[in-house]
């Protein structure tokens, strides 16, 4: 079970850093998304993975740890508001600049943002 989980955390840390490599804004999303997938696993894992054990210290010999739970409680909720105020970000940067590249390249023959367009009158 344990290598099977430390799998799953490796594929997903990979696959998100590959993602954040991308040139493109949803690639970056979803890498980032991935990426914290990972980290609130690596996180669970820290508490043991332990199966029909009472959380609470004091109410039997052996317990879980409530602690990692919490945390990765608390990190999925940071990243949900995180995603969505990527994804409103970038609908918006692609929205003004019609470009959806995360680097800031422009095509040179055209003015890339609205602005630009309204001011030369193309």
């Keep these: 079970m344990e290598l099977l989980f430390a799998l799953v955390i490796g594929a997903l840390t990979a696959s998100g850093v590959y993602l954040l490599l991308r040139a493109r804004t949803f690639p970056v999303i979803m890498g980032i998304t991935l990426l914290s997938y990972g980290v609130n696993l690596f996180l669970f894992a820290t508490g043991r993975l ?3 054990q009472q959380p609470v210290i004091g109410t039997s010999a052996a317990y879980a740890d409530p602690l990692p739970q919490a945390l990765v409680l608390t990190a ?3 990243g949900f508001a ?5 994804v409103v970000l970038s609908l918006r940067s692609l929205a003004d600049n019609e470009n959806d590249h995360v680097d800031g390249r422009r095509d040179e023959s055209s003015p890339s943002s609205k602005q630009e367009r309204e001011v030369t009158g193309k």
Excluded: S
């Design 50 to 52: 332990a199966t029909g």
């Design 82 to 86: 995180m995603t969505a105020f990527l």
């Design 76 to 78: 999925i909720v940071i």
